[in-house]
Nanobody, 121 residues
Framework: QAQVVESGGGLVQAGGSLRLSCAASEIIFSIIRMGWYRQTPGKQRELVAFITSDSSTNYTDFVKGRFFISRDNAKNTVTLQMNSLKPEDTAVYYC???????????????WGQGTQVTVTS
């Protein structure tokens, strides 16, 4: 059964760093993109960063220059290095693995269960 599993969340003081990791397994389709999203209570899940199979990256404005995403295509893993963390970065972070599947290929996303990141001031 397809799985996306995150690890590496935790508690850190403002200005500190955390590294999130994600591994996708048992996904029979080629993963075209892996990314990280985050969500806080009462708000919609929002994109943090993603990386494509050819290593193109995209960061949302509020993390540019602080967060860095990398990927190991052979292992279907993605890592998010988070530096200069701010209290407003506190959220549940979700890993996502997107594939194309179906006779008429359509994008489908597998989600992890989320990992809590808490940044104290």
């Amino acid at each position: 059964q397809a799985q996306v599993v995150e690890s590496g969340g935790g508690l850190v003081q403002a200005g500190g760093s955390l590294r999130l990791s994600c591994a996708a397994s048992e996904i029979i389709f080629s993963i075209i993109r892996m990314g990280w999203y985050r969500q806080t209570p009462g708000k919609q899940r929002e994109l943090v960063a993603f990386i494509t199979s050819d290593s193109s990256t995209n960061y949302t404005d509020f993390v540019k220059g602080r967060f860095f995403i990398s990927r190991d295509n052979a292992k279907n893993t993605v890592t998010l290095q988070m530096n200069s963390l701010k209290p407003e970065d506190t959220a549940v972070y979700y890993c996502a693995a997107s594939v194309l599947r179906g006779i008429i290929p359509r994008e489908y996303t597998y989600w992890g269960q989320g990992t809590q990141v808490t940044v104290t001031s």
